[in-house]
């Protein structure tokens, strides 16, 4: 069976190499990423995804605050200006997403629902994956490239602060978009017999 929404996943990859050029206006973009994540799943309808989606001197900011973390832990000067330089290729890019987690949500079902409360917490992670599965590939649908990183929780008080923040949204991955200046290096995959089964 072919499937056009496997071609676009195909096209969602790890973009590393970022640039500013891209057409749509921020605006453009924040429209695309509010309305992939409303479409998105989550468990009991809970729409527990929160983004922010940052441009120029906000978007630079994250980049800042994620090195300024690092390199209280990083000592070693050769492995942080390493680390530097990964850290400007992400700022290099058009803007930033934050991705969160509202858990005023998830508590509030964990007590509305208690014979399902240790599921909550997953089933919120779940939603989020989903939502930033299908970001990633609206993106990479309109030739706009994208990573996810985890820099959380090393910069979640810091980023908090930043962007006055609700505390009950909690951070859990930041994407760097931008133009492609260089593809993504090619995929490997699992044996089949490794992954999957069938069982008819």
Known sequence: ??????????????????????????EEIFELVKKTIKNSPTAFNSQTVRAVVLFGAASDKVWEIVADALQK????????????????????????????????????????????????????????GGAQQAVWTALAEHGIGASLQHYNPLIDEAIHQAFDLPKEWQLRAEMPFG?????????????????????K
């Open 73 to 128: 832990v990083v000592k070693d000067p050769e492995a942080f200006a390493k680390t530097k330089a990964k850290i400007a290729t992400f700022r290099a890019g058009y803007g930033t997403i934050l991705f969160l987690t509202d858990t005023a949500i998830v508590h509030q079902l964990e007590k509305d629902y208690p014979s399902y409360a240790d599921n909550f917490a997953n089933w919120a992670e779940q939603g989020l």
């Open 1 to 26: 069976m072919n499937s056009n929404f496997n071609d676009l996943s195909a096209k969602r990859r790890s973009i590393y190499a970022l640039g500013n050029n891209v057409a749509q206006a921020p």
């Open 179 to 199: 133009s492609i200046e260089a593809p993504a290096s090619e995929k490997t995959y699992l044996n089949d017999a490794q992954a999957f089964k069938l069982i």
